[in-house]
């Protein structure tokens, strides 16, 4: 029987302990840096001409836009070696243009993430770029490891990266709808309205997570070709 770590377990790379540790950095990196004051006008102003070219848009035009756009970075993201980088960096200048935009409104760009973060879309879009994160660590993991099947690593990092694209379309989806109806309903329905979108959003995310177990299952079950029966599965998540 093989020592198991943290992130290892019976010589396998335990998935989903890499995503929470990725996320948890994601979060930390956006509540630290949204929180410091940034003086970037010319940042600020490139980032709300574009928002302000989408907002114009209709619901289909608007998902056309940012599902296209969060896709691509998170495909940047599941490059390895350099996804890990792109990782950091995406995040750092996003958690940047928010604390901006806190500023160009007289708060703190802290305030600005905690009130995105009462929307379901913050919460289907962050995940799925630790995905990709996860998913470039564990295929550098497979190809690097010796005696490691190369093609279940490639099997999984093409379910992560399937896994990735749907929440990352489900996200794209709600955050048009959410733009639309901030635009649209005249206030509190345009805050109380997005809010109802939770409804629907708790069982995708629900759904969501199951495929992820699914894939972190798979990193389980396969892997080794000898396998190790005297290893029972890895089924704590935790």
């Known amino acids: ?12 790379l335990r998935t989903g302990r890499i995503f929470i540790t990725v996320f948890i950095i994601e979060i930390a990196i956006y509540l630290v840096v949204s929180s410091i004051e940034f003086n970037d006008p010319q940042l600020l102003s490139q980032f709300e001409s574009q928002q302000s070219s989408i907002d114009s848009l ?9 599902f296209p756009h969060n896709l691509f970075a998170a495909t940047l993201e599941v490059i390895p070696f350099i ?4 990782f ?17 409104l007289h708060v703190n760009g802290l305030f600005i993430f905690l009130s995105l973060a009462i929307f379901p879309h913050t919460w289907l879009e962050l995940p799925s770029y630790a995905i990709a994160t996860t998913s470039s660590i564990a295929l550098i993991y497979g190809l690097l490891k010796r005696g490691y099947n ?20 489900v996200a794209g989806l709600f955050e048009s709808i959410e733009i639309y109806m901030e635009r649209t ?27 992820f177990r699914m894939v972190d299952r798979f ?8 396998g190790i029966p005297d ?5 704590d998540f935790l």
Not at 201 to 211: E, M, Q, S, V
């Open 1 to 12: 029987m093989r020592r198991d770590s943290l992130y290892f377990r019976s010589g396998k």
């Open 150 to 169: 190369r093609k279940e690593a490639g099997i999984q990092f093409i379910l992560f990266y399937l896994l990735l694209a749907l929440e990352l379309g």
């Open 231 to 235: 290893d029972p599965p890895d089924d």
């Open 219 to 226: 990193s389980q079950d396969g892997g080794d070709n000898k």
């Open 185 to 211: 309903y005249p206030s509190p329905q345009n805050v109380t309205y997005p809010l109802l979108l939770w409804i629907p959003a708790i069982p995708l995310l629900y759904l969501l997570f199951r495929l």
């Open 88 to 104: 950091l960096i995406s995040n750092v200048e996003t958690a940047m243009i928010i604390s901006l935009e806190g500023g160009s």
């Open 83 to 86: 996804g890990q980088v792109f």
């Open 58 to 66: 209709s619901i289909a035009g608007m998902f056309i836009s940012i």
